[in-house]
């Protein structure tokens, strides 16, 4: 899992993951990776999924003067 664009938070033993990954497994991977830590009692996932082609067509495709 690339973790470069997941944001960690925790308060009182609750962690909280904010970002975003490139597919389902690695969102559950995450999640599982920081739950089996000591001292955390909860994981708030709130990674989302984000197609890495999906995120190429987004670019600015303007063409170059």
Excluded: C, F, Q, Y
């Excluded at 925790?10 to 969102?27: C, D, N």
């Excluded at 990776?33 to 989302?48: A, H, I, K, M, S």
């Amino acid at each position: 899992v690339d973790a470069s664009d997941i944001e960690v938070s925790v308060k009182e033993g609750v962690v909280a993951l904010t970002g975003t990954v490139e597919s389902r497994l690695e969102k559950k991977i995450a999640e599982m990776t920081v739950e089996r830590l000591p001292g955390v009692v909860d994981v708030e996932n709130l990674l989302v999924i984000e197609n890495p082609r999906r995120k190429g067509l987004m670019m600015d495709h303007s063409p170059v003067a």
